[in-house]
């Protein structure tokens, strides 16, 4: 059975940054494309970022585009979203997806004041 953590999540200040993990156990996360989403408050879940199981560069939304980045570490099983100059509207709870077995991380909270 495939299940993804999310980690990394936290309280800061707007500028700041925070490097969310999202751990896989029972797959190995390089042979999935991997989406990470936020929903923030009254608001519908979003796209953020995604990096697809065949390589390249990831892609990402317009609103987090020079801020974050996500990257994979294969020996570790682990897919990143480094998060620069963090925003107040980047307050949200941050899921990561994998595109091949349709499974959801239980999300992480990050929250960003002015």
């Known amino acids: 059975q495939v299940k993804l953590v999310e980690s990394g999540g936290g309280s800061v200040q707007s500028g700041g940054s925070l490097r969310l993990s999202c751990t896989a156990s029972?797959?190995?996360?390089?042979?999935?494309?991997i989406i990470w989403f936020r929903r923030r408050p009254g608001k519908q879940r979003e796209f953020v970022a995604s990096?697809?199981?065949?390589?390249?560069?990831?892609d990402y939304a317009n609103s987090v585009k020079g801020r974050f980045t996500m990257s994979r570490d294969v020996a570790n099983n682990i897919v990143f979203l480094q998060m620069n100059n963090l925003k107040p509207d980047d307050t949200a709870v941050y899921y990561c997806?994998?595109?091949?077995?349709?499974?959801w991380g239980q999300g992480t909270q990050v929250t960003v004041s002015s």
């Open positions: 029972g797959r190995t996360l390089n042979r999935d494309s």
């Open positions: 997806h994998s595109v091949e077995t349709d499974t």
């Open positions: 990096i697809s199981r065949s390589g390249g560069s990831p």
